[in-house]
């Protein structure tokens, strides 16, 4: 309805809910590590653009697709484990504001090291274009890449909430985000809640770097970056203290940019990101605890 | 003969730049509980973050059996047998009673006998039975307390620590958790119960050293429990 008097197409609304559901998973990716460690990872971006580069690597060397997956998925998860290792666990301990520098600083050292070793120009990912391709369900043209991305995100969530719910380090991850410091004193051990998290995390921006690149083929180095910006926004809109509203909150911003770029007319395009982040304005102003928070609950340790 | 379940030697404990206790030494062993009262600001609870790893002593000793938990992580102390029963209760609110259960035996050393155990805890606190689907947020401020102690006890701890568990309740609620205890020192537990209900703790106590502005001042055992002189003096002293 709202698609009808907006003037949006059926291909449109695919689109967004594509885009929504692929920031829905960055936006857990982010969320699950802030849960546990209290901190926003702005790097997250960046493990997404490594992934993206391994994939480009992958088809530039004439691997078969699946071999380009793995490639990706190993790069992104060695990636995260390095980061919580390196980084998180040193500076855990150390105030909020030290490790968000940290994580910055994480986000820069990844891009320079990406321009040195791929330079400006970036790479092309072509392994999975056939992606691309539209298929006809009842008249409509829709990519391949939406439905993959849709059924992938269902899939995510369904495991995460099973994971979450029904396993043992779920459940010492939930009571970490509410409690760390009890949870400990029960016997669970910081450095797994921890490392699971970041683990999760990383699958997820593996995830997201594969889908990505089917709607972006040219890998360059700040690939990614504007959509962590955007689902960033979108988890401080959702409320960040829960996981549920972040991923809304990411769910959302993405579904909003997508229907926005198919309303806007091409040659204004560029002022999307603006309209986004008017709209992130007017929502922080009006529920400042985050859009999908409960009522009445304190807005503790946002950035 | 076997070293004490815990032993504290010359304990000294900072906050920053205050002192928050000061030579401290006891020992608890199995089948005993021993008191720590105290007026406000004591170091009593100090005492027990330093036990649990939440503080670094700045001198003195901390001993397991016998072994040095100094310097230890909280997760690996209770993994070593140490249950602590925080101030406050610490309950997950958002969670169900079983899983805040659950979440009790990440503690535990051993799988065995872990339905036997859970049968005990159960007979202890049939609340926590009966209600186990709940959110736990939504028990009275007494169940949450019998839960907090069944979630320690679940982890199976040979030393069970328990920081103002009478805070706030109702008398019945308080003679529930008191006779809780008296049944958990029975079964075998070296139990050091931080109270600020003075008389009771004394007359249930097999010990119980007055705490104040860090140091141990006096030791009172269950007869001077009716000699309210004594007590009194003791605080003020």
Not at chain 1, 38 to 47: E, K, M, P, T
Not at chain 1, 78 to 95: A, H, K
Not at chain 1, 256 to 261: P, V
Not at chain 2, 203 to 225: F, I, K, Q
Request: aromatic fraction near 6%; proline fraction near 4%; glycine fraction near 10%.
């Amino acid at each position: 309805m709202i698609a009808a008097v907006l003037g949006i197409d059926w291909r449109t609304l695919a689109d967004a809910f594509a885009l929504g559901s692929i920031y829905a998973l960055m936006a857990i990716g982010i969320g699950l590590v802030f849960g546990v460690l209290r901190l926003v990872n702005f790097a997250y971006g960046q493990l997404v653009m490594a992934g993206a580069f391994a994939l480009a690597l992958a088809s530039q060397w004439g691997w078969p697709v699946w071999a380009g997956i793995l490639l990706c998925f190993a790069v992104v998860i060695v990636l995260s484990l390095l980061m919580d290792r390196i980084v998180f666990r040193p500076l855990r301990e150390q105030s909020p504001a030290v490790m968000l520098v940290a994580t910055f600083a994480v986000a820069f050292l990844l891009q320079s090291i990406a321009l040195l070793w791929f330079g400006s120009l970036g790479k092309i990912a072509t392994s999975l274009s056939f992606l691309q391709r539209p298929v006809t369900i009842s008249g409509v043209d829709i990519r391949k890449i939406t439905i993959v991305a849709m059924v992938v995100a269902a899939c995510c969530l369904v495991a995460l909430v099973l994971l979450l719910n029904k396993t043992n380090v779920g459940l010492h991850m939930r009571a970490a985000a509410m409690d760390f410091q009890t949870a400990r004193l029960l016997g669970v051990r910081a450095n797994r809640v921890i490392a699971s998290a970041v683990l999760i995390s990383g699958l997820l921006a593996a995830i997201v770097a594969v889908m990505l690149t089917v709607q972006t083929p040219l890998v360059t180095p700040d690939f990614a970056l504007r959509d962590t910006i955007v689902v960033l926004a979108g988890v401080v809109v959702g409320g960040m203290n829960r996981l549920v509203s972040a991923t809304l909150g990411g769910f959302a911003i993405g579904f909003a940019s997508g229907l926005l770029g198919g309303a806007l007319p091409t040659n204004q395009s560029q002022y999307l990101p603006s309209f986004v982040f008017a709209a992130v304005i007017v929502v922080l102003l009006i529920r400042p605890g985050g859009l999908f928070s409960r009522p009445g609950q304190a807005a503790v340790d946002r950035v | 003969m076997s070293p004490p379940a815990l032993e504290l030697e010359d304990l000294d404990v900072r906050h920053g730049a205050v002192a928050a206790v000061r030579g401290v030494s006891f020992a608890l062993d199995r089948g005993e509980i021993v008191g720590l009262i105290g007026p406000n600001g004591a170091g009593k609870s100090s005492t027990l973050h330093a036990v649990m790893g939440l503080l670094r002593p700045v001198k003195g000793d901390i001993r397991l059996h016998g072994t040095s938990v100094v310097g230890r992580r909280p997760e690996d102390v209770a993994r070593a047998g140490v249950a602590l029963v925080p101030e406050g209760r610490r309950i997950y609110g958002e969670l169900t009673v079983a899983e805040n259960l659950r979440l009790g035996l990440a503690g535990r050393r051993a799988r065995r006998d872990l339905d036997a155990d859970l049968k005990r805890v159960y007979d202890l606190f049939p609340v926590v039975e009966e209600f186990r689907q709940r959110p736990a947020g939504a028990l009275s401020g007494g169940q949450q307390q019998q839960l907090a102690i069944a979630r320690a006890l679940v982890a199976d701890p040979d030393v069970l620590l328990l920081d103002e568990p009478s805070l706030g309740l109702a008398p019945l609620m308080v003679d529930i958790v008191f006779d809780a205890l008296r049944a958990i020192r029975d079964r075998g537990l070296a139990v050091l119960l931080v109270e600020q209900r003075a008389q009771r703790t004394v007359a249930l106590a097999d010990r119980s050293h007055v705490m104040s502005n860090g140091t141990l001042r006096l030791t009172l055992g269950p007869e001077d429990a009716a000699d309210t002189t004594t007590m009194v003096a003791a605080y003020f002293a």
